[in-house]
C-alpha cells in the first residue's frame, strides 16, 4: 500500500516552546482555506488531541510508538488520511527525547522517521540571535534519518529580531527559516495539570481559533508550509487484513462528559467494529443509567474538579454500584477507578463520596503519584485476556488510595505491573466479580487480542 497524504510534523526543541499552539493556528488556518486537515499527536496525550479537533473538525489521533508498534502506527496513519488534503502531526516534548537519553526510541523523532514526515521545528528564540543557528544546527546533523524541513522562531522580539536569526540560520548555509513569531502574538491556552486541560467550544472558541490562524498567516508562508508537506515521499506499508464488523450488538455504557473524556478514539472505533455498541452516558448529568446495558467502561479524566457534583448525582452513582454489584462487567480506567472508590478527597481535606464499590478513598496529592509507561501482565483472566498475557499502557494521576487492597479479602490484584523506565514491578489491577479497576490507561486498538478479550467477555454475559 501507498500512502501519498502531504504531511508536517510540528516538533519543539523542548516543551514549552509553543509548538501546541502553532499546530493548532495552522490546522485552523488550512480548514479555513477549505482544506481536509487529519491531525494526530505524538504520544499517549488525552488533551491536545482535543483541541486539534475542534480546529480541525475531525477526529485527532494518537500515535504512540511504544504503546502501538511501527506496523500500527503506519497503518492508523494510512487509515486516517485516505481522504485528507494533508497530515499535521504535534510532537510530544523535545524532538529527540524518549525513554532514555542514550536513543531516540519512542520519540517525536521516531515517529518522523517512520511516517517520513518532514519536521518543522519550533525554536524558542527569545533572547538569542546566532545563538539560533547553533540549536538548529544540532538538531538538523543529530540524527540524519530525521528530515527537519524548516524552522520556526517564536517568542521573538520584533520584525528586525526575526531578521536577524533568518540571517544566522543562512550563514551557516541553512536556508530553512520559515518565520518567526513575535512574543505575545499566539493566544495563550489554558492549563492544568500534565499540560492543557481539555478543550471545549468555550476553551477553544472560534474567536481563539481565527487568532491563531491569524498569527500562522501573518507571520508565515501558507504556500511554503504546503510545499514542506508535499515533500514527504510517498509512505510504503504492507496491506493489513481488515476485520468484518460484527452485526450482534452488545451494549457498552461509556461514561463521556467534562469529568470523564480520557478515550483513545480508534480504541472506541476498535470496540465498535467487534461488535459493542456504544452507549454514551454522564455520570455528572444523568440521573439514570441507560437502559438495557450489558457493560460498562469509564475512562479517565478529571473527576476531582467535578467532586461536588459527582457526588451530588446521588441515583447515577447507586446506579452503577448496583450494576458492578448484579455481577455486569464494569472496567474502569484512572479517574473511572476514582470513581468507583468511596470517595475522593482533596487537598485541604474535604470528602466527596461517590460509588463506593472499591474500599478505599482516592486521596488527591501535590504531586505526580505516576507518570510514564507500563506493561500489565495477568495473573488470572480478565476483562480483557487470560493469565499469562500481556497489554502495554501508561499512567499518570495525581491520587493515591488511602490503604493496600492487595491484602484484602474480597479483592485481589490481577496485574503484575512494570514501569517501562526503571523496570520496578508492582501490583496492581483490582477485580472483585466482573469488575476490573486500575489506574492504567490501555490502548486496546492496537492490540487486537484484548480488543476481541474485552468484547468477548461482554458477549458471555449477554449470551447467559
Known amino acids: ?7 508536517l510534523l510540528i516538533a519543539g526543541t523542548q516543551s514549552g516552546v509553543g509548538k501546541t499552539s502553532v499546530t493548532i493556528g495552522l490546522v485552523a488556518l488550512f480548514k479555513r482555506r477549505g482544506l481536509k486537515v487529519q491531525t494526530f499527536k505524538v504520544g499517549p496525550d488525552f488533551l491536545d488531541p482535543t483541541y486539534l479537533k475542534i480546529a480541525s473538525g475531525r477526529t485527532c489521533y494518537n500515535l504512540d510508538a511504544w504503546m502501538m508498534g511501527r506496523n500500527y502506527v503506519e497503518h492508523l496513519f494510512a487509515k486516517a488520511t485516505h481522504d485528507a488534503d494533508i497530515a499535521i502531526i504535534e510532537g510530544v516534548m523535545g524532538l529527540f527525547d524518549g ?32 545563538s539560533f543557528a547553533a540549536i538548529v544546527k544540532g538538531f538538523v546533523e543529530f540524527e540524519r534519518g530525521v528530515k527537519i524541513a524548516g524552522v520556526i522562531a517564536n517568542h521573538v522580539g520584533s520584525v528586525n529580531h526575526t531578521g536577524l536569526l533568518a540571517s544566522s540560520l543562512a550563514s551557516i548555509g541553512l536556508h530553512r527559516f520559515m518565520g518567526g513569531i513575535k512574543k505575545g502574538t499566539l493566544p495563550t491556552l489554558p492549563g492544568r495539570h500534565l499540560g492543557l486541560i481539555s478543550a471545549n467550544d468555550e476553551k477553544l472558541s472560534a474567536d481563539k481559533l481565527n487568532k491563531l490562524a491569524n498569527a500562522i498567516e501573518e507571520n508565515l508562508s501558507i504556500n511554503d508550509v504546503m510545499t514542506k508537506a508535499k515533500s514527504a515521499l510517498p509512505l510504503q506499508i504492507s496491506s493489513r487484513q481488515k476485520t468484518g464488523i460484527t452485526k450482534q450488538k452488545v ?63 446521588f441515583g447515577m452513582l447507586n446506579e452503577v454500584k448496583e450494576f458492578a454489584e448484579s455481577g455486569l462487567p464494569v472496567y474502569a480506567e484512572c479517574g473511572g477507578l476514582m470513581y468507583m472508590s468511596k470517595g475522593i478527597e482533596t487537598i485541604d481535606g474535604k470528602r466527596y463520596p461517590l460509588t463506593g464499590f472499591l474500599p478505599a478513598w482516592a486521596k488527591m496529592q501535590k504531586r505526580f503519584q505516576a507518570l510514564g509507561y507500563v506493561e500489565a501482565s495477568l495473573n488470572e483472566s480478565a476483562i480483557w485476556g487470560e493469565a499469562g498475557s500481556s497489554v502495554r499502557g ?10 493496600d487492597l492487595c491484602d484484602h479479602p474480597d479483592w485481589k490484584p490481577k496485574y503484575t505491573v ?47
Open 99 to 130: 525513554f532514555s537519553p542514550e536513543t531516540s526510541e519512542g520519540s517525536t523523532a521516531q515517529i518522523a522517521e517512520w511516517l517520513q514526515a518532514p519536521v518543522a521545528l519550533v525554536v524558542n528564540a527569545s533572547g538569542i540571535s546566532r
Open 418 to 464: 512494570r514501569k517501562k523506565r526503571t523496570g520496578e514491578m508492582f501490583s496492581e489491577g483490582y477485580s472483585r466479580g466482573k469488575t476490573l479497576l486500575s489506574y492504567m490507561h490501555l490502548h486496546f486498538a492496537s492490540n487486537p487480542t484484548a480488543c476481541k478479550n474485552f468484547v468477548k467477555r461482554c458477549f458471555e454475559v449477554k449470551s447467559t
Open 394 to 403: 501508561h499512567m499518570f494521576h495525581y491520587s493515591k488510595l488511602d490503604r
Open 251 to 313: 451494549r457498552l455504557g461509556v461514561a463521556m462528559d467534562k469529568a470523564f473524556s480520557f478515550y483513545y478514539p480508534d480504541s472506541l472505533e476498535a470496540l465498535e467494529q467487534n461488535g459493542l455498541q456504544l452507549v454514551p452516558f454522564s455520570p455528572l448529568n444523568d440521573s439514570t443509567l441507560p437502559e438495557n446495558l450489558d457493560a460498562i467502561y469509564i475512562g479517565g479524566g478529571y473527576p476531582e474538579i467535578y467532586a461536588e457534583e459527582l457526588s451530588s448525582n
Open 1 to 7: 500500500m501507498q500512502v501519498k497524504c502531504p504531511r
